[in-house]
Nanobody
């Protein structure tokens, strides 16, 4: 089991950058595949990016080229660097973990954080 805590959200102007962090607890963090999801008001939670335990990455088309996911297993932390932010990126961003790789939907992840709010003003 792993507990996840997100941080780094905030208010930023369009075109700006933010880096989200997700700190995990537990000695087995390095064995989990990690994902970032987001949910805007009135919408379903959607996949943003994922990174495998070995460092393979995958991105939603909407963020490809703007967002970068990375992980530091020594710190049990996964990051989401968000550049060139747009108002449509506004959402609560969630970190998630699962032993299996290849899931790009919320139901494919077993463990979740509480989320961090990202607001991009135009």
């Amino acid at each position: 089991q792993v507990q996840l805590v997100e941080s780094g959200g905030g208010l930023v102007q369009a075109g700006g950058s933010l880096r989200l962090s997700c700190a995990g607890s537990g000695r087995t963090f390095s064995s989990y595949n990690m994902g970032w999801f987001r949910q805007a008001p009135g919408t379903e939670r959607e996949f943003v990016s994922a990174i495998s335990w070995s460092g393979n990455t995958y991105y939603a088309d909407s963020v490809k080229g703007r967002f970068t996911i990375s992980r530091d297993n020594a710190k049990s932390t996964v990051y989401l660097q968000m550049n060139s932010l747009k108002p449509e990126d506004t959402a609560v961003y969630y970190c998630a973990a699962d032993p299996e790789w290849g899931n790009w939907y919320p139901g494919g992840y077993r463990y979740w954080g509480e989320g961090t709010q990202v607001t991009v003003s135009s």
